[in-house]
C-alpha cells in the first residue's frame, strides 16, 4: 500500500493543475494517469485565450503555441461571413492555438516540479472510501498497486468514472454531451492566415463547424454536434462539410480525434467527504464554444489549493466546501452566462442566422470577444435582446 495525501486522477490539463497547486501548498501529491504519452492523442481543436493564461500565471511557450490569432471569421449558411479581424477590429490579445500534445507534458511537469510524483501508463481501476480517505486501485503493465490517500481529487475528463464511483453525479446527461470530431489537415487553404473559423448551422445541428489554423497550410478542421438535434453521425457531418469546403479541396488528414464534450454546465455537487471533481469531469466548460482547457485548468487550481489546505485542517466535505465555493466564484459567471447564448443559438433556424448575418455585416466593432459580439446580436435581432437582454 502506497500512502500519499492527494491522488490526482487524469493528467489532462485540469488534473496537472491541480496537482501542482496541491503540491505548492505542501500536500504530497500523486498524478496518475492512463496514457503512455500524457496530451496524446488529443482530443481538442487547441484554442485558448491569452486572458485565461495570464490569469492562470502560465507564461506562453513557444514550445506549445503553434499560431497566435488574429481573427475571427463566421460564416452562416447562406455564405454569408461576418470578419472580426485586426484590420477592422482591435484584438485585444485574443489567443493561441496550442500543440495540446506539448501544452499537456508541460503542464504535466510544472506539477512535477512543484513536487508532485507522476505515474503514466496506470489505469485507475476502482477506488473505496475508507476512514479519512480512498484507497484507490490500479494497473500499469500487468503490475497491479493499492495506493491510499486522504484526497482525491477525480479529473479524468469527460468520461470519467472516479467521480460516479465515489457517488457523485457524471457532469453531463447524455443530452448535454456534443459528439465531436476533428482532423488535423495540411493543404489546407485560408483567405486570411490566422484566423479561426467558424460555420454556423445545419452543417453542425446543436454546435459548430470550426477550422482553426495551426500553421500555414494545416489546420484543425472539425464539429461538434448535439446528437439529439441531428439526423447523421458527427463523422458524416465533417466528411460531408469537408467535401464542400473549397478551402479544404485539396486537403488531407493526418490525425483523427474524437470525443464527448459536457456543455450543459458545472455539476451539482462538486466534493464529499475526501473528493473533489474538476475539469470536464465536473463539467467545467464554456457552453458556447465547448472550451474547457482554461475553465477546467481553473478548477483544478481551486481544488488543488483546498486540497493543500484540507490536508492541513479537515478533509471532510465540511471544510471542502471551500472548493465549491471557490469554483462558482471564478466560473458561474461566464458558463452561466454562455449557457444562455447556447440556449439562444439552438433557437436559430438557418434562415435566421443568414439575416443575423446580414446585419452583422455592417456593423463596426471596438474589440473582439463575445461579450462584444452578444452586444452588437441584441443591438439587431429581437429575439436576442428577449434572450440575451441580461448578458451584458
Ligand atoms: C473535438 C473537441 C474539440 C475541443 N476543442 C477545444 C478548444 O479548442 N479549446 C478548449 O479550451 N477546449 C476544447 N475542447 C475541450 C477540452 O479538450 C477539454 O475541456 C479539456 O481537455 C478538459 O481537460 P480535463 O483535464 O478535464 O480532461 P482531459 O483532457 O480529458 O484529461 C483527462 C485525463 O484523465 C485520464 N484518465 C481518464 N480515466 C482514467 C483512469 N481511470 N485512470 C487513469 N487516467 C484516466 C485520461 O487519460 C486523460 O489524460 C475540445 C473538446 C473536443 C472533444
Same mark, same amino acid.
Given at each position: 500500500m502506497i500512502e500519499t495525501d492527494v491522488i490526482v486522477v487524469g493528467a489532462g490539463p485540469a488534473g496537472s493543475s491541480a496537482a501542482k497547486h496541491a503540491a505548492l501548498g505542501g500536500a504530497k501529491v500523486i498524478l496518475i494517469d492512463k %496514457?503512455? /504519452? *500524457? +496530451?496524446?492523442p488529443k482530443r481538442c481543436a487547441e484554442g485558448v485565450s491569452i486572458e485565461g493564461l495570464k490569469k492562470l500565471g502560465i507564461e506562453p511557450s513557444p514550445r506549445w503555441i503553434t499560431k497566435k490569432i488574429e481573427g475571427v471569421r463566421i460564416q452562416t449558411p447562406d455564405g454569408t461571413d461576418v470578419w472580426l479581424t485586426e484590420d477592422q477590429v $482591435? *484584438?485585444? /490579445? &485574443?489567443g493561441y492555438i496550442l500543440e495540446r500534445k506539448v501544452f499537456d507534458k508541460h503542464m504535466a511537469m510544472d506539477a512535477a516540479r512543484a513536487g508532485a510524483e507522476i505515474r503514466i501508463k496506470? =489505469? !485507475?481501476t476502482a477506488i473505496d472510501k475508507i476512514d479519512n480517505g480512498f484507497t484507490v486501485e490500479t494497473e500499469s503493465m500487468g503490475k497491479k498497486e493499492t495506493f491510499k490517500c486522504k484526497i482525491l481529487i477525480a &479529473?479524468? +475528463?469527460? /468520461? @470519467?468514472h472516479v467521480a460516479r464511483w465515489a457517488g457523485l453525479r457524471p457532469a453531463a446527461k447524455a443530452k448535454e454531451m456534443e459528439s465531436g470530431v476533428q482532423y488535423e489537415m495540411c493543404n489546407v487553404e485560408f483567405e486570411k492566415p490566422g484566423v479561426i473559423e467558424f460555420y454556423l448551422g445545419?452543417? &453542425?445541428?446543436?454546435g459548430y463547424v470550426w477550422i482553426f489554423p495551426k500553421g500555414d497550410d494545416i489546420a484543425n478542421v472539425g464539429l461538434a454536434i448535439l446528437p439529439h438535434k441531428a439526423d447523421k453521425t458527427a463523422i458524416e457531418y465533417l466528411d460531408d462539410f469537408v467535401a464542400k469546403s473549397p478551402y479544404l479541396k485539396n486537403a488531407q488528414a493526418v490525425e483523427i480525434n474524437v470525443g464527448g464534450d459536457p !456543455?450543459? +454546465?458545472?455539476? %451539482? $455537487? =462538486?466534493?464529499d467527504d475526501n473528493i473533489m471533481v474538476c475539469g470536464d469531469a465536473a463539467g467545467q !466548460?464554456?457552453?458556447?464554444?465547448? @472550451?474547457?482547457i482554461i475553465s477546467g485548468m481553473t478548477g483544478g487550481m481551486c481544488a488543488g489549493k483546498v486540497a493543500a489546505q484540507a490536508i492541513k485542517e479537515d478533509c471532510s466535505k465540511k471544510y471542502l466546501k471551500l472548493y465549491d465555493e471557490m469554483a462558482h466564484e471564478e466560473l458561474d459567471h461566464e458558463i452561466k452566462r454562455y449557457k444562455k447564448v447556447q440556449e439562444y443559438l439552438l433557437t436559430l433556424s438557418d434562415d435566421e442566422l443568414d439575416d443575423i448575418a446580414h446585419a452583422f455585416e455592417g456593423e463596426s466593432f471596438e474589440k473582439i470577444s463575445t461579450t462584444e459580439i452578444v452586444k452588437k446580436l441584441i443591438k439587431i435581432s429581437p429575439k436576442a435582446l428577449l434572450k440575451l437582454g441580461k448578458f451584458v
Open positions: %496514457k503512455s /504519452e *500524457i +496530451g496524446s $482591435k *484584438i485585444p /490579445e &485574443a496506470t =489505469l !485507475v &479529473a479524468d +475528463g469527460p /468520461e @470519467g445545419s452543417c &453542425a445541428p446543436g !456543455v450543459g +454546465g458545472m455539476t %451539482k $455537487k =462538486l466534493y !466548460v464554456n457552453p458556447l464554444t465547448g @472550451g474547457g
